[in-house]
């Protein structure tokens, strides 16, 4: 399996900022760890190894990417501007400097984004932020209204980084066009307490006609034994 590891200096974030690659060819997967975690995390996880087959043939290239979620919304010591803002200095590290790597590395147009709990939260986040350059959403156990690390404080960046706000305000017709031609999954465990964060978003998410699947799984299911069930049963798109 190739496997490569990048680093550079972030003019984004203005920091050092380290990812791993996983396959050659195939569609580009965008996957982020769960909260406050690392870009080997997936892979300590087992998760790589369980998806050898698809990376190995070609099907998929994965991007983990690392976290700044420590200096944003779990920052308790910084305003809640402050942290909004270090999430949208992380939203342009994505679009501007991730994104483009994995094109010029892959010419596949075909993009993912893929996360677990917290990291359901940044799949989510970014791929209704960007639907011009993301195809599909595969979120499991995630959050999807971040007003709760805000105190119920807003602006402009956390309005615009919070699903369950921006969703039901979106008017633009060429947006909303491209949000309709989303792939948009949602898993979610019944007794997981995020639950309602899942049932909120479907549900505003039909009402302005975009399309999406949440599948309720049985039990809590807020584990990587059954994220890596949900990855394989998902990935391809099938349910």
């Not at 983990?64 to 305003?79: F, K, N, P, T």
């Not at 939203?91 to 501007?96: F, I, M, S, T």
């Not at 006609?209 to 990935?235: C, F, V």
């Amino acid at each position: 399996m190739n496997r490569e590891y990048h680093r550079w200096h972030s003019p984004s974030l203005n920091r050092d900022m380290e990812l791993l690659v996983f396959g050659h060819a195939g569609a580009r997967v965008l996957v982020f760890p769960t909260s406050q975690g690392k870009y080997y995390e997936w892979e300590d996880r087992g998760i790589m190894g369980a998806l050898h087959e698809h990376i190995e043939r070609g099907w998929l290239q994965i991007y983990c990417v690392d976290s700044v979620d420590a200096e944003s919304w779990y920052a308790s010591w910084a305003h809640p501007s402050g942290r909004a803002y270090r999430h949208q200095q992380y939203d342009d590290y994505l679009y501007h400097e991730v994104l483009p790597l994995s094109v010029k590395k892959n010419s596949n147009p075909f993009l993912m984004t893929v996360g677990a709990s917290f990291g359901a939260y940044h799949a989510m986040n970014f791929g209704l932020k960007h639907p011009e350059k993301v195809d599909r959403i595969l979120a499991f156990s995630g959050l999807y209204d971040i007003r709760g690390f805000t105190g119920g404080y807003s602006d402009n960046n956390v309005y615009h980084n919070n699903p369950i706000q921006f969703i039901p305000n979106e008017h633009d017709e060429t947006r909303l066009r491209l949000l309709r031609h989303l792939d948009i999954i949602m898993a979610v465990g019944r007794e997981d307490r995020l639950l309602r964060h899942s049932q909120a978003l479907t549900a505003a998410l039909w009402a302005k006609g975009i399309g999406n699947a949440l599948r309720e799984w049985d039990g809590w299911s807020h584990d990587w034994p059954y994220w890596q069930k949900m990855i394989l049963t998902y990935i391809s798109g099938h349910d």
